[in-house]
């Protein structure tokens, strides 16, 4: 690791300012993602901004009736949470569904959201890569693309977002609530929160520079039945190929989200509007003008088979 | 870092498929090997490590895990992959696993920690460490020391009805093999001492409910 000063934030503002005014440094929360990054040199902060202890670890029904997630509770206590396990199945079942126990202890809400690609030309510091050095090209373009994203991609990158909690999110239309150094206080719709690649693969986000995220937020229960379906390589401890989150609502609507097909949790309301077609319309719906390279084609017909089997999941729950 | 340690890592990489391609020997971030440089000034840290208060001056690069084993020199603690792929580094830290090599010694200021040698001693074994000798639960005993502190954990993590990807029912976590498999899958094991391993933990799990 490079060296870095560290310092632990006293308060929201202070950290935020501590972030924004110093030079290359970065909030720190479950450490899961940035650690693992700065060891190889990928992210090199000059300061970090300890986050954890903030009170940020806090879940409170909101007055409209939906929950307010401390930006720094754990994965696990998401998961755990009676309330998150009644109302929002399918956020607790995608957040199980990633990583390890011993990292969903230490992984955080808004940690996860942030967390970086697992393209492995990102991770491998002798290849280009536009998203670690921008300009440098795309390895992954004619390399091994057969875990990256196949819509919403760019010629400057071709990344898939990585997390499933994120994918629960977006399903849910969760918010994203922030705080900058001026003290101004943003709430950002998760659908705007992630950017897609264009020329500009290293901006993932749409968060200011010291902007911290204080809290997600979730409208009221979407009621129906909830499931999250991931398939990867193994059982599991292994990053999405693909995933979808659905609810089915008892008056024969659903909604869907996809996981490991793109930057970004990818969500499209043709893809909801197809459910009465079933699995296949909605995967065309959900895929149409996709770009896979020769590697990652197969994303398309395993997205329709992944659909067909959470169809099947609901008509079992029901 | 001996040769030995080097063939080890590169084994368990091996073992570990995880999407990360990570280069190897990435990312070797012994603070003792590289005292103090420019701009990592030493900072104070106090732990609780088994039961004992300790204070270190710390480079804040130091991991949870390089303070133990480095400064500490409590060895039983294993450095695998170095991140967070397998699981060797496992300690408790205020009552819950985590992959020590990923945490920075820095944000546990004044916290608790408990590590293989804080579980139990060769004269009075924690139940878990004895059903792991009693059930052959290892074999080379590298991957050991991270399996039994997340074996401990789990148990626990059940009993307070933490879901996990095999729960059916998220409202009714049941201790089952499937249960346990899934748990534990963050501690990989190059011998695949798997179904002792599983073996050991259903013993202790009874154990308890008796
Ligand atoms: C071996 C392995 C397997 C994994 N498998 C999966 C998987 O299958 N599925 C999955 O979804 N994830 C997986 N993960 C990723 C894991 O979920 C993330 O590492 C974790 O969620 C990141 O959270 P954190 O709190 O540790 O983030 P950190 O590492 O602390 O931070 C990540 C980023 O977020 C920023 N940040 C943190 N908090 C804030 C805040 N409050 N405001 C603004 N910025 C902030 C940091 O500056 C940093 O840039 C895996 C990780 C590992 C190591
Ligand atoms: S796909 Fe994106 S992250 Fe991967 S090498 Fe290309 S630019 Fe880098
Ligand atoms: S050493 Fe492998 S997970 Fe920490
Ligand atoms: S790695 Fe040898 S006993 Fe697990």
Redo the contacts between chains.
């Keep these: 690791?490079k060296?870095?000063?560290?310092e632990?934030a006293t308060s929201l503002e202070q950290a935020a300012k501590a972030v924004a005014s110093v030079q290359g440094a970065r909030f720190?929360a479950?450490?899961?993602n940035l650690?693992?990054l700065m060891?190889?040199q990928i992210e090199t902060p000059?300061h970090?901004v300890?986050v954890?202890r903030l009170g940020l670890d806090k879940i409170e029904k909101t007055p409209e009736g939906g929950l307010r997630i401390g930006a720094l509770v754990r994965n696990?206590d998401l998961?755990?949470d009676a309330t998150v396990?009644?109302d929002y199945?399918v956020l607790?079942?995608a957040l199980?569904?990633g990583?390890?126990?011993?990292?969903r202890?230490?992984a955080t809400t808004a940690g996860n959201l942030l967390q970086r690609t697992?393209c492995?030309y990102f991770?491998?510091?002798?290849m280009p890569c536009n998203k670690r050095r921008p300009g440098s090209g795309c390895a992954a373009l004619k390399g091994i693309s057969r875990?990256l994203a196949i819509i919403g991609t760019s010629d400057a990158c071709i990344a898939q977002h990585?997390s499933d909690m994120a994918v629960a999110m977006r399903l849910l239309d969760a918010t994203v609530e922030t705080v900058d150094a001026a003290g101004g206080r943003r709430a950002i719709p998760i659908a705007d929160f992630h950017r897609l690649p264009g020329d500009t693969p290293h901006v993932e986000h749409t968060l200011k520079p010291g902007e911290l995220i204080t809290a997600v937020t979730l409208p009221r229960p979407l009621g129906g039945t909830h499931v999250y379906h991931k398939v990867r390589?193994?059982?599991?401890?292994?990053?999405a190929l693909v995933s979808v989150a659905a609810v089915f609502g008892k008056d024969g609507s659903a909604r869907f989200a996809f996981g490991g097909l793109a930057p970004k949790p990818w969500r499209v309301a043709a893809a909801d509007a197809a459910a009465p077609s079933g699995a296949k319309a909605v995967a065309e719906a959900a895929l149409a003008g996709a770009r896979p390279t020769e590697q990652n084609g197969f994303k398309q017909g395993l997205t329709a088979r992944t659909l067909a089997s959470v169809f099947r999941q609901k008509e079992a729950a029901a | 870092m001996t040769s030995d340690h080097l063939t080890r890592r590169g084994l368990l990489q091996g073992g570990v498929a995880v999407a990360a391609t990570v280069p190897a020997l990435g990312g070797a971030s012994t603070v003792a090997a590289q005292p103090r440089q420019e701009g990592g000034r030493m900072t104070p840290v106090e732990l609780t490590v088994n039961g004992r208060e300790v204070h270190l001056q710390l480079d804040p690069r130091t991991t949870l895990l390089d303070a133990l084993r480095e400064h500490l020199h409590l060895t039983g603690t294993k450095k695998g992959c170095d991140h967070g792929q397998c699981g060797a580094c496992t300690v408790i830290v205020e009552g819950r696993r985590i992959n020590s090599c990923l945490t920075l010694a820095v944000m546990h200021d004044g916290e608790k920690v408990t590590t293989i040698e804080g579980l139990g001693t060769p004269e009075k074994l924690h139940p878990m460490q004895k059903a792991f000798i009693v059930h052959d639960g290892y074999q080379c005993g590298y991957c050991t020391p991270g399996q039994i502190c997340s074996a401990v954990a789990v148990l626990d993590e059940i009993e307070a009805g933490v879901p996990s990807h095999a729960t059916v029912d998220l409202n009714k976590v049941a201790l089952s093999d499937a249960e346990l498999r899934e748990r534990m899958s963050g501690n990989i094991c190059r011998c695949a001492a798997y179904p002792n391993i599983i073996a050991a933990m259903r013993n202790v799990a009874g154990e308890a409910k008796a």
């Design positions: 690791m060296p870095f000063t560290y632990r720190i479950g450490g899961t650690l693992d060891k190889l000059a970090l300890d954890n696990t998961a755990a396990r009644r199945a607790s079942r199980v569904a990583a390890s126990g011993q990292l202890n230490k697992r492995p991770y491998d510091t002798r875990g990585p390589d193994r059982a599991s401890y292994a990053f």
